[in-house]
């Protein structure tokens, strides 16, 4: 299905909705990762990197139906993105039900890497125009029942539609299946060093994340490795480091294949990087970043056990990497992302900005929605809109 829109808000108009095939797609890198950085919505987690290689690692496995929707106005050139996929499947295992979610987010049909922040992509000059233009198409389009939208920033425009009653002419029920929390440490005319940084954090934060590193010294030779360039031993120390910790890897072998696909692209405009603390030759800790645009993400932080009980290798690890964040005037802001530890939240000790992700799902079937409603009475769930 092909839709043209017009207004007359502003010069742009007509804009022309339609639907991408798998060879367009792959065609699609400059042009996509172009228009994500002229978007409101500029993140790791939208570039072309990422969501091809999430599409050709989970799309066959999962079962899934591209839905990649473009925008282009009427000089025929590429304002909007919305990376959906479709997915049959079967609601209390009885009633059929067609859904669409975002590339990047499994939508709880299987088990991939986790994607944040995901969103429609825009031109921002034009933003509302042709996010509506997207969201009108999706309205006109009656093949789904159920539209998923996962880890969105509460702060985005789409999240505000979703969530909005008047969203597709009040004709369906909007629930939140999922909310999650976040911590970005961000650099400010105030805090633009870790000489500022540091005494920023509470007294037991600066002992555990800096202060003991000579307590650590003691334990033998340390090294701080700040460039790992063998990614294979590193994935493999992560996951020795998780099954200890947690009983299983953080990488299956989809996810494994996913990462190294992405930090190997060619032309990628992102630069992953592995740090370690190790004694000796033995690696005590390991982390796992990549650095896009001005932002550090930390995908994953692995860490050994210390007979010390005085010590925390997770914190004096995160302490060396925001250390090389400060130290590296093209980065402003060091995303530890979504998720708790083991045993608290322990990412808000790190005195950053807390943000909100939340996965909507927008149910229209009125046989699903009503089931819904049953649901979620039931369960008392509390909607947050």
Known sequence: MTMTTSSDCNSYSPLTVSKASEAQFDDLRKNWNDLLQRSLSDTLFLTWEWQNTWWKTWARKLNLTLNLLLVRDKHDQLVGIAPLYSHKTRIAKIFPCTQLAFIGSSARI???????????????????????????????DKSWDKLVLSDMDTKSGLFAAATSPE???????AR???KDYGIRIQKTEAINSLDQYVPSLSASMRRESFHRRTRLARSGEMNINRSISDTNTAFKTLNAFHEA??????????????????????????????????????????????????TRYNLQLGFGETSDKKLSLGFLQIGYSIESFFEQNK????????????????????????YRLFSVEVIRSKIIKLLYKLYDQYKKQERPF
Do not use: M
């Open 110 to 140: 299987g088990n991939t890497v986790r994607s944040e922040y995901l969103d429609f992509i825009c031109n921002k000059a034009q933003h509302t125009e042709i996010q509506q233009a997207l969201l009108n198409y999706l309205e006109q």
């Open 167 to 173: 969203l597709f002419d009040h004709q369906c029920y």
């Open 176 to 178: 939140s299946v999922l």
């Open 245 to 294: 910790r947690w009983g299983k890897p953080c990488f299956d072998d989809d996810a494994l294949a996913f990462h190294q696909t992405l930090i190997y692209s060619p032309s990628k405009p992102f630069i992953a990087d592995f740090e370690s603390i190790s004694i000796g030759e033995k690696p005590q800790t390991v982390i796992y970043n990549i650095d896009y645009q001005s």
């Open 331 to 354: 980065l402003s802001t060091y995303d530890l992302l979504a998720g708790s530890g083991k045993n608290s939240f322990y990412k808000e000790k790190f005195n950053g900005q807390a």
